[in-house]
């Protein structure tokens, strides 16, 4: 690519390459913090109800399939090192690598969703998603109190809302890094100018940070 | 704002006439409707951003109207209850949502703060086109929702009503106001990362106007409370349609939960309306007093101090909801320490004033306007923080009255003096003085009429949202009331026949018109589209009034000799 059509990545506002880079990368950090606060509003909710119904929560959290979400939660941290590998790979200018690592993430990305389809699927057979089939058994080993089936349900509620909200985010991902690929494949970026590749890895760590979080409050806590 | 073609080719040929090389101001630089549709110059974006929410300002003052209208006789004989609950809910959603919240900062904060920092546009200028249309988009869902069938939850959406029992649009209006939140969130991302790595060599961040720290705190709060109000909106919006349990007591959920979610972003969101405008206000003050203003320094803390105190007091909203009494006392308490930062600014204002040379100019008029206004309606603040008495005033007009003065009183003042103010310089054409000043004496007048009567309607017990009431002494002061807003509805129609009328028949602005201090007072008025033809460097602090003094009689006493010589 020529070095005038690289030039024009520079956009006549900013005085430098510095002041563009630096704002870019700021303003998703800026948009980080509002994500943080986007989910904290429904982290809040399910802390409150988990701490208000302790025992329906474990019951409800026992029905998740423990094997599904760990090999994803694998899946997602892989994720994070072929990120970080498509950043390296562009700060060096290795085109190859670099689509290499993105088409990588993606199909990463993607095993994650495959996954959480048949755990979606597998809620659907048992009667777990909440609606006028829902119907709720404590199948812990051993003796529990008694469970309240509308707090189960409720928990199902809040997994289905979180975990869904979370799938939104990865499919976003994906389509960011379907963008990130093509233009890869056309030559777009270089060792000049390559800022949509750390600021898409921004996004792609905080979406797996987000999973780093739901995995644990939802399937870990309270099971034996 | 966009004058008619024939008027276009007359600007242009006059500025030929006297600059032939110089570039195009931003209005005539590209012509038709694309130009401005897909432009992504912030100047025609902030005016874009001016004509949406004009538009929403007068819908909402329509159905204020309605209800003043409705409440001059005690018996509900205008209109039925069940569209009294929608007027309300409209004229509270509409100017909440449509207006008040976006209005400063996305009209004179996408308008100036590039200028006033010394940056050629904002960092993502089609970010903030974008924000544009998304804006419209939730718009016109909340408007569709309106008139579609209504809405009648109060602006407040208290669960479970909104969630489970209301028969009306809630859906589409909370999806709207979701996405009308992804355009604020749009515009405080793109003014943070803009204030942040975008200001010219030599502006320091103490030298930085006081109006860009005000858009720097609003946008700290627009980005920590806006997601969590969509957030919160969202989960109304699935638990209407899944019966998602979260707030339905139903279901084991808890509607106090959605007040507490929901006031963690709709108060903070009240300083998202009054911080900018509180910005306005400094830069008249300094403007009209020819003074620097007192203590700059700490004005810009106590932004920075309303914007964090601002996410500790939500639960002032709540005393009667059923909260601890330790909880209630808490916020109590820190809602009283709001006032700290608020008095430091009135105390600075007050004394900026102090031997200044004032000159009462239409925006200056706005402004003592809004300290007097700002007095009532933030004392009556502390009033309402203290448990005892919000008990007692709770839900009654006294919060109405408390809440407008603050709002409209502080908000809308503010955005009428900084349109007087930076007019001029956005469309390059004068007002005529006279109405203007006439206007701005209406509103002060017929805000207070009208609001006043309802502080005392709310101490007397009358409650909010009622749309009969029982009480024949309470009618008086209701007539007052909408007397007031007459007068109020022709203080703010005023505006909207001269400054259209100067748009086309007005006087061309010179470049500073005010004589004021600034950087966006250095460049030609309207300016040209990348507001700089030079690189700028700035070697002076905020509001140097003494040595722009200096400098003025330098160039006199220059003249002077040479017409000697």
């Given at each position: 690519m020529s070095e005038a059509v690289q030039n024009?990545?520079?956009?006549?506002?900013?005085?430098?390459w510095e002041e563009q880079t630096e704002s870019v990368t700021l303003a998703m950090w800026f948009f980080l913090v509002t994500e943080v606060m986007f989910f904290g509003g429904i982290f809040t909710a399910y802390l409150i109800y988990r701490a208000q119904n302790p025992e329906a929560f474990a019951a409800a959290s026992h029905h998740l399939d423990i094997v599904m979400g760990g090999v994803n939660t694998a899946v997602l941290i892989g994720s994070s090192l072929t990120v970080v590998m498509s950043v390296w790979a562009a700060e060096r200018g290795k085109q190859k690598a670099l689509a290499t690592w993105l088409f990588l993430t993606m199909l990463l990305g993607l095993t994650f969703l495959v996954i959480k389809y048949f755990e979606y699927s597998a809620k659907f057979e048992h009667n777990l998603?909440?609606?006028?089939s829902f119907e709720f058994h404590d199948t812990r080993a051993g003796e529990h109190g008694y469970v309240d089936p509308s707090r189960a349900r409720m928990f199902f509620h809040l997994y289905f809302f979180m975990t869904g909200l979370h799938a939104l985010h990865m499919i976003i991902g994906l389509g960011i890094y379907g963008v990130l690929l093509f233009n890869t494949l056309k030559g777009k970026y270089s060792v000049r100018w390559h800022d949509p590749i750390p600021v898409a890895g921004l996004y792609w760590h905080f979406v797996d940070l987000v999973w780093i979080f739901l995995f644990p409050l939802l399937y870990l806590i309270g099971r034996h | 704002m966009n004058p008619g073609p024939g008027q276009k080719e007359q600007d242009m040929s006059s500025t030929a006439e006297h600059q032939t090389d110089a570039p195009p101001d931003y209005l005539n630089d590209g012509y038709g409707l694309r130009s401005w549709l897909l432009t992504t110059d912030h100047k025609r974006i902030a005016m874009l951003y001016l004509m949406s929410v004009t538009i929403f300002f007068m819908m909402g003052s329509f159905f204020a109207a309605l209800i003043r209208a409705e409440l001059v006789?005690?018996?509900?004989?205008?209109?039925t209850p069940d569209m009294y609950n929608r007027l309300f809910t409209m004229h509270g959603v509409i100017m909440v949502f449509l207006f008040l919240i976006p209005t400063i900062p996305a009209v004179f904060g996408n308008f100036f703060v590039p200028i006033m920092i010394g940056?050629?546009?904002?960092?993502m200028p089609r970010l903030n086109l974008a924000s544009w249309y998304v804006f419209n988009v939730g718009a016109v869902l909340i408007l569709y929702s309106i008139f579609a069938g209504g809405l009648d939850t109060?602006?407040?959406?208290?669960?479970p009503y909104s969630s489970s029992?209301?028969?009306?649009?809630v859906v589409t209006a909370a999806v709207g106001i979701f996405i009308a939140g992804f355009a604020s969130i749009m515009t405080g991302l793109n003014l943070m990362v803009t204030i942040h790595?975008?200001?010219?060599?030599?502006?320091t961040w103490f030298r930085l106007p006081l109006f860009v720290w005000a858009n720097y705190a609003t946008s700290i709060i627009i980005l920590l409370g806006t997601p969590v109000v969509a957030i919160t909106i969202l989960m109304v919006g699935a638990e209407r349609m899944?019966?998602?349990?979260?707030?339905d007591p139903a279901y084991g959920g808890d509607p106090i939960l959605f007040q507490h979610l929901f006031w963690f972003y709709s108060h903070p969101a009240v300083y998202i309306m009054v911080l900018p405008a509180m910005g306005i206000q400094s830069e008249l003050m300094a403007a009209f007093a020819r003074?620097?203003?007192?203590g700059y320094r700490y004005v810009v803390y106590s932004s920075l101090g309303i914007a964090v105190l601002g996410f500790l007091v939500w639960g002032h909203h709540m005393y009667?909801?059923?909260?601890s009494a330790y909880a209630a006392a808490v916020f109590s308490i820190l809602t009283m320490l709001v006032a700290v930062p608020s008095a430091v600014k009135t105390f600075n204002w007050t004394a900026t004033l102090y031997r200044g040379s004032i000159s009462f100019q239409t925006p200056m008029l706005y402004a003592l306007a809004f300290m007097g206004l700002f007095l009532v309606g933030g004392l009556t603040g502390v009033m309402l923080g203290t448990l005892g008495i919000d008990v007692h005033v709770h839900d009654t007009y006294f919060v109405v009255a408390h809440f407008h003065y603050v709002m409209v009183g502080v908000t809308v003042s503010a955005f009428m003096g900084g349109l007087h103010y930076w007019w001029p310089k956005m469309t390059g054409r004068l007002y005529p003085s006279f109405p203007s000043k006439i206007s701005a004496i209406l509103v002060f007048l017929g805000f207070n009429l009208t609001f006043f009567p309802q502080f005392l309607l709310g101490f007397m017990?009358?409650?909010?949202?009622?749309?009969?009431?029982?009480?024949?002494?309470w009618q008086v002061l209701n007539v007052l009331s909408s007397a007031g807003a007459t007068v109020l509805g022709v203080g703010f129609l005023l505006p909207a026949v001269y400054l259209t009328w100067s748009l086309f028949r007005g006087k061309r602005a010179p470049a500073n018109p005010w004589g004021a201090v600034g950087l966006e007072w250095d460049?030609?008025?309207?300016?040209?589209?990348?507001?700089?033809?030079e690189d700028v460097v700035v070697t002076h602090e905020a509001y140097d009034y003494d040595a722009r003094r200096d400098a003025i009689a330098a160039a006199a006493a220059a003249k002077q000799e040479a017409d000697l010589v």
């Open positions: 024009s990545r520079l956009a006549h506002w900013y005085r430098s998603v909440p609606g006028a | 006789t005690p018996e509900g004989d205008l209109v940056a050629k546009d904002l960092a109060g602006w407040t959406f208290y669960v029992y209301s028969a009306t649009n790595r975008m200001r010219a060599p030599g502006m899944f019966q998602l349990g979260i707030f003074k620097r203003i007192f009667t909801s059923g909260q017990g009358m409650p909010r949202r009622y749309h009969a009431y029982p009480v024949e002494d460049i030609p008025s309207p300016p040209t589209k990348h507001n700089f033809e």
